[in-house]
């Protein structure tokens, strides 16, 4: 199992490479129809599902989650659990907007389950702004528990 | 809108959480975990025989109840949540809330939860929504 010290210092503060990405109105249309929600245009400011902003960072933070579990040492006796997600909206997403996404990771944290297994915790730190005016959408704080096998 | 401390918010059942749905997330998010689409993975992961929802999905359900709620996709400020069970292809969900705390610029604080059908609670948090729209 990874040394904590190691994961911090190979985590901890550490800026993906972010990018930038479009809300393509099809999409918008498609996440609104499995995510069971109304319409884009049922909207009075026929904004984009809220939950677009977790969209843009889990595809604009600029790793993919398997490359996120590399850096995180993860081995195939762990396994990787969503702990807990932060949104925080400042102005709606746009249907057909283009947004810049920024990350950083930390903290990284190492915590005792009841069972006596190792947690280790990795938070990744997303804003998102408009590519556009380069005005803030919103923030997201997403945790990954990395739950270590026995080995 | 006349909102108080304690008042329950109107709640959102989904009736059956559809595989197809778990499937097109899956595009959405670009999310290449096959335990969102291939049963045999689900399996091998010790996870049952139903395709696994993702936790952001289940988050959106609390965000529809709250959309429904104030009116406006907008008015969603602030969702904090933390995963505490998987949902699972066929399942029931039953999202609902309570008001924690009503400021005078128009904020609401508010108690999330989404419930599996079998009572096992899937999530909860915390929500700020603004009814000063």
């Known amino acids: 199992m990874i040394e904590l010290a190691e994961l911090r210092a190979g985590l901890d503060g550490r800026e993906l490479p972010g990018g930038e990405l479009a809300v393509p109105a099809y999409e918008s249309a498609l996440a609104d129809h499995a995510l069971l929600a109304g319409p884009a245009a049922e909207d009075p400011d026929g904004a984009a599902h809220p939950l677009w902003l977790l969209i843009l960072a889990m595809r604009g933070m600029g790793v993919t989650v398997d490359e996120l579990c590399a850096l995180a040492g993860k081995c195939a006796e762990d396994t990787l659990l969503f702990g807990n997600c932060s949104l925080s909206q400042v102005r709606p997403v746009e249907v057909g907007g283009t947004y810049r996404v920024s990350a950083t990771v930390g903290p990284v944290n190492r915590k005792t389950s009841r069972s006596g297994g190792v947690l280790d915790i990795v938070a990744v730190w997303v804003t998102i702004r408009s590519a556009d005016t380069g005005e803030p959408a919103g923030t997201v704080v997403n945790e990954f528990i990395f739950k270590r096998g026995a080995t | ?133």
């Not at chain 2, 009736?15 to 689900?42: C, E, S, Y």
């Not at chain 2, 109840?65 to 069970?85: I, K, Y």
């Not at chain 2, 604080?109 to 000063?132: H, I, K, N, P, Y």
Request: with cysteine.
């Open chain 2, 1 to 133: 809108m006349s909102v108080v401390v304690g008042d329950a918010l109107p709640g959102v059942r989904v009736a059956v959480v559809g595989a197809d749905h778990i499937k097109i997330m899956a595009l959405i998010l670009r999310d290449p975990n096959p335990i969102h689409f291939d049963l045999a993975a689900v399996t091998a992961a010790g996870l049952g025989d139903r395709e696994v929802n993702q936790g952001g999905v289940t988050m959106a359900y609390v965000i529809n109840m709250l959309v429904g709620w104030t009116g406006s996709r907008a008015a969603v400020r602030e969702l904090d949540c933390r995963f505490l069970a998987n949902v699972f292809a066929g399942d029931e969900v039953v999202v609902g809330g309570t008001v924690l705390a009503v400021h005078p610029d128009g904020l609401v604080d508010c108690e999330v939860w989404a419930d599996r059908g079998d009572g096992v609670r899937a999530l909860t948090g915390r929500a700020t929504v603004s009814l000063a729209l």
